[in-house]
């Protein structure tokens, strides 16, 4: 990164990358590329006068500002909007100067009239190929500023193209789903209003010109790092240019800036890749694995957890019982579901009260712990913090606490309301509780659950305007969580939300998996999975071999599904008969010598699953001396012969032995002539990649 000194302009490079942006004749901040790494800083464009198009298009609203406020001539869609003391309602932004400490560059704004500073971050991310970039807005004057959209950026790409945007979508139950689409004149909005990431759609796009493939192709992405409600606004002009602004959602929201006051905003990081959606794909698993999950080089381990097996019937003889059975199938964490704390026999009581019950327990969680820790394996909780049941000792003692309006009556979603973590003495309430849980108990796995989305959005007793909720509820969850992380750097910590529901690069700050679907049926999963490897990497995402098609596809298709992340079991064991026993202790010993490629290599989508009866994925280790290959197929007219599948990620020039091949080839060989293979439906295959000498 390095600033012309010929004028304002500064470039931003990473290992194949450049981005650019200068000062145009008008004194306005403004983007002039994004694309491949060029040779000499002097070769990058450079802000050029624009000139109206009419009275009614002046230079203003024409120009790709990187950052531009509501005020004046300007009718494409804002990064900020205020209102200012006095009521002023926009915004004049003027260059104030530029500051560079190792690969952050900030750049400062004030506007024209009122002491409104206003700072763009931008952090190059030189080996993934990744730009980062948030925005700081501080009042630096003696009245108070609303803020009424703040985004995180504003990401334009090369003009004059007709684009195609990529972006998850879904619903409980069937979340990832992978949508491509034209972009046309006008605004595409995807947002969520629902307090979390959610279901519905995923904070993340790709962006290309409709001739991008998995390898091949100009493909600009980007994701956002909050766990809240956020806003994706992708808007192509009449004058052929397209932007993406991405950021908190500004529906319902506002944030009181008194004087003195800062407000930051989650970041927003973006790339550019020539190598299609797979290259993008694996920047964002690199960065995430590295530079983003807590316990980047832990191996994941093979769990159990006893949900299915059990729901709220648990106690100390049925979860020893299971965990007998589990450890002998080579599980190495035990993790109990829901049904455990006080007062918990169904979904309608119990959530708030975090400590065992006595009738399940009389002797406390400790004898079922030592018991599991005794049979080699590390034990796991489910919790639900950010919830409360009306019949619950904490609902009886302090109903005020959950989200609410006093005028409306309270949706109970799951017979469950959702405590205000915005509230100190919420936060404080579930730190005491949760931080006694895991000191009193060897603890080594929380699954952190959220089974509602928000409803009566009220916050009565807020001490400023109640619609900073949206924020400060999803700070008070961070700042909750991450103590308790900071306190007992033992636990790994998983985020669930009735599956998907929060799964981004904010809360992977915090918890090292995510549990990515309720459904487990293997062939919906296979779709599920995919889309989620979009963003996500393997390492992140656990997924379960359970009981949902015993009896209908092989138990070794199923296991195949749920080996492509980090492998759990949640089906009932005291059901399985021996010779399923038998080939799950084969089949998890075969996991556990493959799962260091498959959780910390480069991915490869050979065969997309999202709208394909045959898939396949290959894992490649960094130094490309070893891979895995999954193959499946679901169901197919008859007769079909397969089409080959060629070979990702393998070192040309060196010999490599396929399993399953009957001699070496060439990593060329492999990549271009292909591997045949042959499958019936619901059939899959695993076939390990070995780089010879």
């Avoid at 959606?277 to 698993?285: I, N, T």
């Avoid at 919790?383 to 409360?388: A, G, H, L, T, Y």
């Avoid at 959220?450 to 961070?478: F, H, I, K, T």
């Amino acid at each position: 990164m390095n600033e012309l000194s010929s004028a304002p302009f500064w470039v931003l490079t990473t290992h194949r990358t450049a981005y650019t942006l200068g000062l145009d004749p008008d004194g306005r901040v403004v983007h002039t590329y994004w694309g491949p790494r060029l040779p000499r800083a002097e070769d990058y464009p450079r802000p050029q006068p624009v000139l109206e198009w009419a009275s009614f298009n002046p230079p203003a609203h024409l120009v790709p500002e990187e950052y531009p406020a509501h005020g004046g001539a300007r009718y494409n869609w804002p990064g900020l909007k205020v209102t200012l003391p006095g009521g002023t309602r926009e915004l004049e932004l003027r260059y104030v100067r530029a500051e560079q400490e190792r690969a952050e560059l900030r750049l400062h704004l004030q506007d024209a009239a009122y002491p409104l500073e206003v700072t763009l971050h931008y952090r190059a991310h030189e080996a993934v190929d990744l730009i980062e970039r948030w925005v700081t807005v501080r009042n630096a004057g003696s009245g108070t500023v609303q803020l009424d959209t703040v985004m995180s950026a504003q990401w334009h790409v090369p003009p004059h193209r007709d684009y195609r945007l990529s972006h998850l979508s879904g619903r409980w139950f069937d979340e990832f789903r992978l949508h491509r689409e034209p972009l046309t004149q006008g605004v595409k909005v995807l947002e969520s209003r629902r307090l979390t990431t959610s279901h519905h759609h995923n904070p993340w796009f790709a962006l290309d010109d409709g001739h991008a493939q998995e390898d091949a192709g100009e493909v600009w992405f980007g994701v956002l790092a909050w766990s809240g409600n956020w806003k994706l606004a992708a808007e192509v002009t009449d004058f052929g240019t397209t932007r993406l602004s991405l950021g908190l959602n500004d529906w319902d929201f506002v944030w009181q800036l008194d004087a003195g006051e800062q407000f930051v905003t989650p970041p927003s990081l973006a790339g550019y890749t020539a190598h299609g959606f797979g290259a993008a794909s694996r920047a964002l698993h690199d960065h995430i694995r590295a530079e983003v999950v807590p316990n980047p080089q832990h191996t994941r381990k093979v769990l159990y957890n006893s949900w299915e097996a059990t729901f709220f019937n648990v106690d100390e003889p049925s979860q020893a019982q299971l965990a007998e059975r589990a450890a002998a199938l080579g599980v190495e964490l035990f993790v109990m579901d829901d049904g455990w704390f006080h007062g918990r026999t169904s979904d309608n009581a119990g959530l708030g009260d975090w400590w065992p019950d006595t009738t399940k327990f009389p002797n406390g969680l400790t004898p079922l712990i030592e018991r599991v820790k005794a049979l080699g394996m590390d034990f796991g909780l489910w919790i639900e913090p950010e919830m409360v049941n009306p019949d619950s000792e904490l609902y009886r003692a302090h109903p005020e606490w959950v989200i609410h309006f006093p005028e409306r009556q309270r949706t109970e979603a799951r017979n469950q309301l959702i405590l205000n973590l915005a509230m100190p003495e919420v936060q404080t309430y579930l730190l005491e509780t949760l931080d006694r849980l895991l000191s009193e108990h060897d603890i080594r796995f929380i699954k952190w659950d959220m089974n509602r989305n928000v409803s009566e959005a009220g916050w009565p007793d807020a001490p400023r305007d109640q619609r900073e909720l949206w924020v400060r509820y999803v700070e008070g969850l961070y700042g909750l969580w991450g103590t308790l992380k900071g306190r007992h750097p033992q636990v790994v910590w998983q985020s669930c939300s009735g599956g998907g529901g929060r799964a981004d690069l904010g809360i992977l700050r915090l918890a090292d998996q995510v549990w990515v679907s309720d459904n487990t049926h293997a062939a919906a999963r296979l779709s599920i999975q995919d889309g989620y490897s979009q963003v996500f990497p393997a390492s992140t995402m656990e997924a379960w071999v359970t009981d949902a098609d015993r009896g209908r596809l092989p138990l070794e298709f199923r296991f195949h599904v749920s080996m492509l992340g980090s492998l759990g079991l949640g089906g009932h064991l005291l059901h399985w008969s021996e010779q399923e026993r038998e080939q799950a202790t084969l089949l998890v010993a075969l996991y556990k010598e493959v799962r260091h490629v498959i959780q910390f290599g480069d991915q490869y989508r050979l065969r997309s699953a999202q709208h394909a009866p045959f898939s396949a994925v290959q894992y490649v280790s960094k130094d490309r001396s070893e891979g895995v290959l999954f193959a499946f197929r679901t169901h197919m007219a008859r007769p079909t012969i397969l089409p080959p599948l060629y070979l990702r990620g393998l070192d040309a020039d060196a010999l490599y032995e396929v399993e399953g091949e009957p001699e070496p080839l060439s990593g060329a060989a492999w990549m271009h002539a292909g591997v045949n293979v042959q499958l019936n439906d619901f059939e899959s295959q695993v076939r390990r990649i070995r780089r010879l000498g």
